[in-house]
Each structure stands twice: as structure tokens, then as C-alpha cells.
């Protein structure tokens, strides 16, 4: 077997291992089940008729940033489990086993997507029983708008791999995490218009790239302008990607070798 095919393999074993995990720890779904299924029925139903959101209905303009923003989230599993790993010694057990040492990250990541699929899953599901719907949108950009929040998600299981890894408990990955990246989720798009948004933040909610993604989505399951978004989107998620995937091997390579 070539070095890898031995890895894919190596990768997909870690992968199942991780999906495993969840029928016996059913806590950790409340991350992609019930927390957005409330911050959905909270925004459409408490603030949503307080909130201006143009010409679309509340709903229509809230999915597509509910979406991303758990979707983003959803990598929380990856660093509350490395570090769990971590902290066990299990990193140690990986290492002295005759196994691709990348497969430990991209296992996690990996798994990270088949959740993700199940949180969509069931956002589209509470969104459609909301009101929500595809405004005019073909197939194609449905399918673009899907594609684009997994490699979204993709790409913070990396950053928070590299936050679980830097962590020393469980509890600090998940506090260290929600303290760095959460805020960002409030300063953008998601929930209101940037427009909306006093001078200041407003410029800085325009940068934010969940904002870029949130109206990416937005375009193409809404008909919005598009403007940069949809492209600027897929160049946040590729630079996300490969500035925190090296990032958090090379910080698994030290934690690895007990540095």
C-alpha cells in the first residue's frame, strides 16, 4: 500500500472513531441540534419583528447567517476533543502506533464535515418550518450556497484544532474559543444588516469575512446583489484554510514530540 493510501486509510479509521464518539456522549450534539434550533426560534420569533431587514422577511435573512455561523461553530467538537486527547496522553498512544501522523488532524476535520451535514441538516429543516425559503434560487446555487458553508466549517475545525491544541483542558478550548471567535459572529452580518451598523463597527462588520460568507449565501439563495461576495467567500475559506491547517500541524508536531 502506498504512503497514501495508507493515510487516507489511517485518516478515515480516526474519522469513524471520532463519529463513534457521539452515540455514547450524546451531549456533544447540542452543538449542532438544539443550540441552533433555539438561536433560530429566538431571533425569528423574540427579536425578529424588531429587526429591519429590508425587502426580505426576517427569516429569509436570518437563515443564511444562522447557517454559517453554526456551521463555523462546528469545529467546536474538534478542539474540545484534542485537547481531551491531549490531556489523557492519548496523543502519546497515536505516536507510538504504526499510523500517518497527519491522520490524527485531518480524521478530526474530516469527521468535523459529516456533522456538519447533520446540522444543516437540521437548521434547513427548523428554517423551512419557519417560513423560510429559496427565493428563485436554481439548483446550482443551492448546491454552491451548501458547498460553500462546509468549506467554511472546513476551515474553522482547523483554527479550532489549533485552539484545542493550544489549550490545557477541555474547558479552556471551549472558553478560549468562544471568547475569540464568537464576538466576530455578532460584529458582522448574521443577524442584522452592516448597513444598520454605526460608523466604526459598521466598517469593521464589512471586513469581517462572516459577513463575506453570510452574503455570499445571501446572493445565492436569495437573489441579493452579489458585488465581490460570493468569490471574496471561497478566497476566505482557502486562505482560513491554509493559514490555520499548517498552523495546527505544526503545533500537533510539538504537542506530539512533548515539546
Not at 469513524?16 to 434550533?37: E, F, G, H, S
Amino acid at each position: 500500500m502506498s504512503a497514501l493510501a495508507a493515510s487516507a486509510s489511517d485518516t478515515l479509521v480516526l474519522a469513524r472513531r471520532n463519529l463513534k464518539r457521539i452515540p455514547r456522549q450524546p451531549d456533544l450534539l447540542v452543538a449542532y441540534t438544539v443550540q441552533p434550533v433555539m438561536f433560530v426560534l429566538l431571533f425569528v420569533y423574540v427579536f425578529g419583528g424588531a429587526i429591519d431587514s429590508g425587502s426580505f422577511d426576517y427569516v429569509d435573512f436570518l437563515m443564511p447567517g444562522i447557517i454559517v455561523q453554526s456551521i463555523a461553530f462546528g469545529g467546536f467538537v474538534t478542539a474540545l476533543g484534542l485537547s481531551e486527547d491531549v490531556q489523557k496522553g492519548l496523543i502519546d498512544r497515536f505516536r507510538s502506533l504504526p499510523m500517518s501522523r497527519a491522520a490524527v488532524l485531518t480524521g478530526r476535520t474530516f469527521s468535523d464535515i459529516v456533522l456538519n451535514c447533520l446540522s444543516l441538516v437540521v437548521l434547513l429543516t427548523v428554517g423551512f418550518i419557519a417560513g423560510f425559503n429559496f427565493i428563485d434560487a436554481t439548483a446550482g446555487n443551492i448546491i454552491l450556497g451548501l458547498v460553500l458553508v462546509l468549506l467554511l466549517g472546513y476551515a474553522f475545525s482547523w483554527i479550532f484544532a489549533l485552539v484545542g491544541l493550544f489549550s490545557s483542558t477541555p474547558e479552556t478550548a471551549n472558553s478560549l474559543g468562544f471568547t475569540l471567535i464568537f464576538p466576530l459572529t455578532f460584529a458582522s452580518s448574521i443577524f442584522v444588516p452592516a448597513e444598520t451598523m454605526p460608523d466604526g463597527l459598521r466598517q469593521f462588520a464589512e471586513a469581517n469575512p462572516f459577513t463575506t460568507v453570510a452574503d455570499a449565501v445571501r446572493s445565492l439563495w436569495l437573489g441579493t446583489p452579489a458585488h465581490t461576495d460570493v468569490w471574496m467567500a471561497f478566497v476566505w475559506c482557502t486562505v482560513l484554510t491554509a493559514v490555520f491547517a499548517p498552523l495546527a500541524v505544526a503545533r500537533y508536531r510539538r504537542v506530539a514530540a512533548g515539546a
